[in-house]
């Protein structure tokens, strides 16, 4: 039996009728006649980032970033999802502890959402912080598909308690647009504090004189943007001499580590991946990996009109920028190039603590095979590149146990390393012990180690992969199923 709104307004004008009915018939009614808190569409349209640079994308309510979606701790919400386009979609609400259903993995066996189609996802957000949203297709070698879209917008879960020691929050959602193929290999970025080691640089070098061929191919970028908007367009961020901004920061590039510096200024970090971090240390600028969020405090006391922005000049002078203004300030924006400041995400653990043992501890060795399919680089953990055909669970873990994982790197990029449906906490980087700082990404130099743990409390399939778009979508992923 379908029930369609006319009906159960009739059946609601009959209150009598209503304590006979069926309690079954009672619940899928409601169910169908419950508004959803929000409702996005998933179509092409276009994002004005300059006048004279407008692209046509995937967007999510024609818009980007997609609307930002605040939820309350623990409060259940519902999502409609339309789907406007002729292909299937995942939309993925990343950093959340969430059912399969509604976490928007292929290979955990949430479903899609249909090509001119729609599902309702509804789920107890958790945890709270900054969040966010985006599709999780396999783009492969199709750079109209996946996260080189601009199918990307926020998420903040409202904490039960926030004790908000600032004036405002602003959220700045960084993304790349306009991706092109190239084979000239990656620009070497120094982002990461600690050094090579030895013993996996030499498993990386035996591993090239195996595949010999050109290098692999890597994505690069013509336009840029903070907010869907190249810096010098669109509205700067007007502040007053003393405020304390809150700032949300995103990263919803498909592959990209990003930097944001303002200059004379110093940022407060007050939350890693939404998660509030045990030492609130101060930064000069700031390092974000693919899909990280940084929560950070700015005390403007430098006034003036500044550039806030990438070090990269290339990607700053090509729009990865937005203007800060201080009331009654005038001039061009200014930029001044920060001295150079490696990430460390020791400074931000508790001191002196020390993570609890682990039950079992699994180690992963990277691998990079250069062009080894059609020019890609295939990726493999301990040997394997995980298959999307079959789509075969990786690791068995037991529900309560703590598992901790190690992984060393024989590659010289930088992996954002995400698990789905799990907050992990980081026991070590680059060698250096640390304990507190909880993440859901975490930037794995080149030829350096981390470790992190969780406890197996999410049952079923949750997923692990490296969060560029290039790297998941060409074998490094594993899927873990907790029984
Ligand atoms: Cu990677």
């Known amino acids: 039996m379908t029930i369609d709104r006319r009906t159960l307004l009739k059946a609601a004008g009959a209150a009598a009728f209503l304590g006979a009915m069926p309690r079954g018939v ?9 508004k959803a808190d929000y409702t996005l569409r998933i179509a092409t349209g276009l994002v004005e980032l300059a006048p004279e640079h407008i692209v046509s994308t995937t967007l999510y309510n024609g818009q980007f970033p997609g609307p930002l979606l605040r939820f309350k701790e623990g409060q259940r919400t519902v999502i409609d999802i ?29 479903p899609s959402i249909p090509g001119r189609g729609m599902r309702r996802i509804s789920f107890v957000p958790q945890p709270s912080g900054l969040r966010f949203y985006h599709t999780h297709v396999v783009a492969g070698g199709d750079l109209n598909r996946g996260a080189y879209t601009g199918q990307a917008g926020p998420i903040y879960i409202e904490p039960k308690a926030n004790p908000g020691a600032y004036d405002r929050e602003v959220f700045l959602v960084l993304k790349e647009f306009e991706p092109t193929f190239s084979q000239g290999g990656d620009m070497a970025m120094d982002v990461l504090a600690g050094e090579p080691l030895k013993g996996l640089q030499d498993i990386g070098k035996k591993k090239e004189e195996e595949f010999t061929g050109p290098k692999g191919y890597e994505v690069g970028y013509e336009l840029f943007s903070i907010n869907g908007k190249m810096l010098g367009h669109g509205e700067p961020i007007r502040v007053r001499q003393g405020e304390r901004v809150l700032f949300h920061i995103v990263n919803a590039s498909a592959g990209e580590i990003r930097s944001l510096a303002l200059p004379g200024h110093r ?15 101060e930064a000069p600028l700031l390092w ?22 990438d070090l990269a000049d290339d990607d700053r002078k090509r729009g990865m920028g937005i203007v800060v203004e201080y009331a009654g300030a005038t001039g061009e924006p200014q930029w001044v190039k920060p001295e150079p400041y490696l990430w460390d995400y020791t400074i931000f653990g508790e001191p002196g603590a020390r993570p609890a043992e682990p039950d079992e501890t699994l180690d992963f060795l990277i691998v990079k095979e250069n062009g080894a399919i059609h020019g890609f680089n295939r990726w493999t953990l301990n040997g394997e590149a995980f298959s999307m055909e079959t789509m075969q669970p990786t690791h068995t873990i037991q529900k309560g146990r703590r598992y901790r994982l190690k992984f060393r790197n024989a590659s010289d990029d930088i992996h954002p390393l995400h698990l789905h449906r799990n907050t992990f906490e980081l026991v070590s980087v680059h060698g250096k012990p640390t304990a507190g700082v909880l993440k859901d990404v975490v930037m794995l130099g080149g030829y350096q180690e981390v470790e992190f743990q969780f406890v197996a409390d999410s049952p079923g399939l949750s997923l692990f992969h490296c969060h560029q778009q290039l790297h998941m979508d060409f074998g490094f992923m594993a899927l873990f199923n907790c029984v």
Do not use: C
């Open 82 to 110: 339309y789907n406007n386009t002729d292909t299937p979609e995942l939309l993925h609400p990343h950093g959340l502890i969430i059912p399969i259903d509604a976490d928007g993995a292929a290979e955990e066996g949430s």
């Open 267 to 281: 940022f407060k970090i007050v939350a890693l991946d939404g998660n509030p971090v045990p030492t609130q240390a």
């Open 288 to 309: 974000l990996g693919t899909a990280e969020r940084i929560s950070a405090l700015v005390e403007m006391n430098h006034p003036g009109v500044w550039v806030m922005g």
């Open 26 to 34: 009672w619940a899928a009614g409601q169910a169908a006649a419950e």
